[in-house]
């Protein structure tokens, strides 16, 4: 990451070829027919904390500011336009950084919907709240590793020019698709499926990357006159879909491989003097790690899963302080882990909005957690948040398998397994959100279910560690239905999981573990819930986006 800045800064100090544009109000067609170079950084799924983030943008700030050729500011006459695109978590604060320098930043990726109950998801709204200009749409690591089909990114782009946005979509041929020399076709596929529905005058505002799969990343390369035939079939596909101004308009973008400055080895020297800043973490418990006899007292917990809400920046603010207000007047509440009598209460806001409701809430005792991680640690995984990330930004929990990313993105149980590894390395809690569907219930095999995701997705963990692992187990059919479980068979389903903890480890484990319950949980019927023996606390999603009801779900009645 030093160096591909650090070229990239390189890069765009070149001298242009293209007249740029000279930007007093909205672009039209005919002005974009001047073509404004723009250079992208795409980090993916790096650096590793937010304290390297930050320094990162620092140092190529201040390296872009020195070369006297080179501007970022899309403003200015001969500029050259340069788009950031860091991990969720630091966006906001990344744009702190580099916004006053005219430098853009962009969001990896958006899911297609506005808001709901998308756990682990980001919404348009979200990003372009906290400044986001421009969206990757459809890159390569997005189809491949996480199933990204041409209907979904067709949405997306849609999506992203509905909030005002500019979409950059990536398309490209994979190695086995060059080998069959259907380069153009695959562009062509992907051009007219991504883009369709995208008015002439959306145009304006997309950006296409053609980035050769085989080439991301690998070493290989490709030719640079290959590569402009490419792009100038890609017109001719925009020609045939909209006009010719519009082919001749759009901008396209590739992956390159600069060629090293004259001053590089100087230039890397001063990013990797900027980036070495210390990594500071915020400790979980400052008593020291709690042990498995101490939790046999089970602390209650209450968390809050916003999903894919509130739909900016703003209300996520407002939310977590009204939320911090209420849960500071109630008398007989604290959210400190470390108060004897205290519930503990985590917040999961989504990726973007964390690192500031953190600062909210955190002075209250309040914990923060991510809605979820990738299990690798860092690397070309554009869209996806790693766990050092969200450690560096305050986070102490993460869900794990919530039933969301179980069914809409196919998340498995080896990769859950994966994920509550990861967690627990970085010196987090895993919460592994088990339970049963609708077909599985009505079947007669809620046990059956939970034992085998429990099995499965603890395999590994040591009983050391499982100090630290809370269970949510959510009954699938009864999340945002408006069905609920009733609170006797719930408590039966908790009994059983600590059956199925002895025999993975012992009565101890199973006694000390924390299990809570989540499913359409209300101010109604917590009490209730909480009054049963193996109950250990709500994992509660949409009565925890109105302060007033979750600070009353938090300040349940005892029993």
Not at 386 to 393: D, E, G, H, Q
């Amino acid at each position: 990451m030093k160096l591909s800045l650090a070229l990239l800064a390189t890069a765009i100090s070149g001298t242009s070829a293209f007249t740029a544009v000279n930007n007093n109000g909205p672009r039209t067609i005919t002005q974009l027919n001047e073509r404004q170079p723009i250079m992208a950084g795409n980090w993916k799924m790096n650096p590793t904390t937010e304290a390297d983030a930050l320094n990162l943008a620092t140092g190529f700030t201040a390296l872009l500011n020195e070369l006297e050729d080179t501007c970022a500011m899309d403003d200015v006459e001969g500029c050259t336009e340069v788009v950031l695109f860091p991990p969720f978590p630091f966006i906001s604060k990344v744009m702190d950084i580099v916004g006053k320098s005219g430098i853009t930043v962009g969001a990896q990726q958006v899911y297609y919907q506005d808001k709901g109950a998308f756990t682990g998801s980001v919404a348009a709204s979200m990003v372009k709240s906290v400044g986001c200009e421009f969206v990757l749409c459809g890159h390569s690591e997005r189809r491949s590793l996480f199933s990204d089909s041409d209907a979904n990114i067709n949405a997306k782009v849609k999506k992203v020019l509905e909030f005002g946005m500019k979409p950059i979509l990536c398309i490209g041929e994979t190695q086995e698709e060059y080998d069959l020399g259907i380069t153009q076709e695959v562009c062509a596929m992907q051009v007219s499926k991504d883009l369709a529905g995208v008015s002439k005058a959306d145009m304006k505002d997309v950006v296409i990357a053609y980035e050769p799969v085989w080439a991301i990343g690998t070493g290989l390369v490709c030719d640079s006159d290959a590569a402009n035939d490419v792009h100038k079939y890609i017109r001719t596909v925009l020609a045939k879909m909209y006009d010719d101004e519009v082919a001749q308009a759009t901008r396209i973008h590739t992956t390159p491989r600069p060629q090293p400055h004259p001053h590089h080895e100087a230039l890397t020297a001063l990013l990797a003097t900027a980036i070495s800043g210390t990594s500071a973490f915020t400790a979980v418990n400052n008593n020291g790690p709690r042990t498995i006899t101490q939790l046999n007292e089970r602390q209650p917990i209450m968390a809050g899963n916003w999903k894919m809400n509130p739909t900016t920046e703003a209300d996520a603010l407002n939310l977590a302080t009204g939320f911090t207000a209420l849960l500071n007047e109630l008398e007989d509440t604290c959210a400190m882990d470390d108060v004897e009598g205290c519930t503990e209460v985590v917040l999961f806001p989504p990726f973007p909005f964390i690192s500031k409701v953190m600062d909210i809430v955190g002075k209250s005792g309040i914990t923060v957690g991510a809605q979820q991680v990738y299990y690798q640690d860092k690397g070309a995984f554009t869209g996806s948040v790693a766990a050092s990330m969200v450690k560096s930004v305050g986070c102490e929990f993460v869900l794990c398998g919530h039933s969301e990313r179980r069914s809409l993105f196919s998340d498995s149980d080896a990769n859950i397994n994966a994920k509550v590894k990861k967690v627990l390395e970085f010196g987090m809690k895993p919460i592994l959100c088990i339970g049963e569907t609708q077909e599985e219930y009505d079947l007669g095999i809620t046990q059956e279910v939970c034992a085998m995701q429990v099995s499965k997705d603890l395999a590994g963990v040591s009983k050391a560690d499982m100090k630290d692992v809370v269970i949510a187990y959510e009954p699938v059919w009864a999340i945002g239905t408006g069905l609920v479980c009733d609170s006797d068979a719930a408590n039966d389903v908790h009994k059983y999981i600590r059956t199925v903890l002895a025999k993975m480890y012992d009565d101890e484990v199973a006694q000390a573990t924390r299990i809570q319950y989540g499913g359409s949980v209300t101010p109604e019927s917590v009490d209730q819930l909480m009054a049963k023996s193996d109950i250990d606390g709500c994992l509660v999603g949409g009565a925890s986006l109105f302060a007033d009801k979750f600070a009353r779900i938090v300040n349940f009645e005892r029993q």
